[in-house]
């Protein structure tokens, strides 16, 4: 009989017993990779924005308070900038009150220079730039909610009931956030002059981002932009894109650092569970184990047959938790609500390798030690055992 018919054989001795860990390894597996996935949001975030050459103004006073439109002129004329465009959260619902998407309204100019990632084609962005009420879509909205090019959508504004109709004209590329939701600003500020009783569209800018002409020029373009709007009703407080992304994720530390500590424990669970019933299985074969090194059987093997049982439960329980946590990050849309403009909680792969790798390494170790404990014990002993 080879190694692994032996191993596979001994996992049905307790069959209730092997499922109930391998159960509940899977579950403490899945905890650990959703909320290490959202404890990985902020490095992720950073890492994408690590050579950027944007840069972030916003109002000092904080993210609740906008800018002037007419900064826009202003800031174009400063050195080392390349392109400038004023951005917009503008909150809205589409179906239903709960239907909501991160909805932004762009300056039309500059936008593929500021955004190359975005990959527009060259056909939308005509009809973009041509179109008053066009709109881009991140592709998984399309296929959410069915839409195709030419299709009109109309949107109602959360904060400041306005109703938008737009005509989407294209398709963003598969680096855009997946639910980002893109269309012309001038078409927003011409609804608003239709409501006079709502907020002024010209200190609505929540945002401008503009592209530097070089990572050097960034500190100098950060301290002419700041100082140009010193001491005037609407300060600025301009950043790099990761500084402003850290900056943006700072209200969530607390709920990042609760998660890693949970993780954390989550895996003393896990390393308890198996440790515990690897302990159980190897005591109950005392006799056994003494048979098979009477007949002829080493020490290292026996001990890496009940070190590979523990190891195959735990890579069980691991890969179907890593795979049940992964499914469902990437088919629900977890943490919209917490996350914002983010979009969902997605699991990296690199999350998964963490989540099989330390379920291998506890597997290995809480089944080495009674392992190697048990075949260090003379064979009379173990056969005198009850």
Same mark, same amino acid.
């Given at each position: ?40 949001? @902020? ?24 800018? @002037? ?19 917009n959260f503008f909150g809205s619902r589409y179906r239903r009150p709960d239907d909501t998407f991160p909805t932004i309204d762009v300056d039309v100019q ?5 955004? @190359? ?83 002024? @569209? ?185």
């Amino acid at each position: 009989m080879d190694f692994a018919r032996i191993i596979f054989r001994d996992l049905t001795r307790n069959l209730r017993r092997t499922i109930m860990t391998i159960t509940s390894i899977a579950v403490s597996l899945f905890v650990f990779c959703a909320l290490m996935s959202f404890a990985k949001v @902020p490095d992720q975030l950073r890492a994408n924005a690590n050579n950027s050459v944007r840069l972030v103004c916003r109002n000092k006073a904080g993210l609740g308070h906008g800018l @002037p439109q007419a900064y826009t002129p202003k800031i174009r004329a400063l050195p080392h900038i390349v392109a400038i465009s004023a951005w917009n959260f503008f909150g809205s619902r589409y179906r239903r009150p709960d239907d909501t998407f991160p909805t932004i309204d762009v300056d039309v100019q500059d936008i593929e220079v500021i955004w @190359p990632e975005w990959q527009i084609q060259p056909a939308a962005l005509a009809a973009f730039r041509t179109i008053r009420r066009a709109a881009l879509v991140a592709p998984k909205l399309m296929r959410r909610y069915g839409w195709h090019v030419g299709d009109e959508v109309a949107l109602f504004g959360i904060q400041d009931l306005i109703p938008v109709t737009t005509q989407i004209v294209g398709v963003l590329g598969p680096k855009v956030p997946e639910d980002y939701f893109i269309f012309r600003r001038d078409y927003l500020v011409e609804m608003y002059r239709h409501f006079p009783h709502r907020v002024q @569209p010209e200190y609505d800018v929540d945002f401008y981002w503009i592209k530097a002409d070089s990572v050097s020029s960034i500190p100098s373009i950060i301290a002419e932009v700041d100082e140009t709007f010193a001491n005037s009703s609407y300060e600025t407080m301009t950043d790099s894109e990761v500084g402003f992304i850290t900056s943006f994720m700072s209200s969530l530390n607390m709920l990042f650092a609760v998660a890693k500590v949970i993780c954390v424990i989550v895996l003393i669970t896990m390393t308890l569970v198996a440790a515990n019933t690897a302990a159980m299985s190897v005591r109950e074969r005392q006799r056994e184990v003494a048979v098979m090194r009477a007949i002829g059987f080493g020490r290292q093997r026996v001990a890496g047959i009940l070190i590979g049982e523990s190891l195959t439960i735990a890579l069980i329980g691991g890969i179907v938790g890593c795979l049940a946590a992964y499914t469902m990050l990437w088919t629900a849309d977890i943490g919209r609500e917490i996350m914002g403009p983010i979009g969902a909680i997605r699991m990296p792969l690199i999350v998964a390798l963490y989540g099989i790798g330390g379920s291998a390494m506890i597997g290995f170790a809480s089944g080495a030690i009674p392992a190697v404990q048990m075949v260090r014990r003379n064979i009379v002993d173990l056969l005198r055992s009850n």
